[in-house]
């Protein structure tokens, strides 16, 4: 009797704690959306977040005006920054959860720097022929996935550890950059500040088209990465004991690392360089969920996404009649409250 009250306790205590976390992805999808329509009404021309609603649950009843704002203008750039906001927050929760190591986000490892020094170096050779719409996210996207290449090539080794990895980006992360501060060196005073522009990213010219293109990726990866998540939740603790348990660690790390480094290719291709999401939001869905990445993941993501979307409103806001590059308005925020969860963590150990 008593061993069947202990299970009854356990089972209960175990429903409450998935209730829980279901709880929070709920809270996350509403602040998601909320931001999304605040998003969408904030801008040179208010709209009332009433008009907002009722145009996209009914365009064909609003007027013209306020229909072709909401729906052609600043819808997509809304719906971009949300699933850019969760691309690299998914981005960096498996960055950390792959290389274990808090740190770790497509930014910090250089892959962030290695796209922006494609898009610039794209700007410099006039696009090599191509459309700049066309030839700037594809700049970024090549360097992206060569810089992932070296990481990925070094990955595949069997000597190597994920040390040896984070301190691979690391170096990868000061090369690209200085290559970026060269090419900004010699470049002309108009394209020295076009370049710097894009490397604040900006979400200003997302359209349908690249919405479409980074959504499409981040629902293929994610589709792939919760396959894993078992495998990645095992990897959390150790790649010893996740390999006792039947994992194929070295597998994994390849599969995970050419996943993230496509998230970050496209996301970064199309927006231009924006910090401090994929690093920030893995450790709010890490303190409110734990290490299950079948909560863990999307709830990451969801973060992220909100991340970006405030950001994003922020940007139109801080100064009227201006819009701030939104890479700037995110590390404004990310860098405090990263020195929050420093400052937490460092309670919690002491």
Known sequence: MQLTAQLDAARLSHRRHERRRGGFLLVFVALSLCSLVLDIATGPSMIGLGDVVQTLLNPDAADSATRAIVMNMRLPIAAMALVVGASLALGGAEMQTLLNNPMASPYTLGLAAASGFGAALTLYFDGFGLPTLVAVPLGGFVFCMLAAGLLFALASMRAISTYVLVLAGISLLFLFQALLSLLQYIASPELSQQITFWLFGSLLKSHWYSVACVAGVLVMCTLLLMRDAWKLTALRMGEERAASLGVNVRRLRLKTLALVSLLTATAIGFVGVIGFIGLVSPHIARMLVGEDQRYYIPLSML???????????????????????????TALIGVPFFFVLILRGLRRHA
């Not at 801080?318 to 819009?323: F, M, N, R, T, V």
Request: proline content about 7%; overall charge positive; charged content about 5%.
């Open 303 to 329: 973060c992220g996404a909100c991340l970006l979307s405030v950001s994003s409103v922020l940007s139109k806001t801080i100064l009227p009649g201006a819009i701030f590059p939104i890479g700037i308005v």
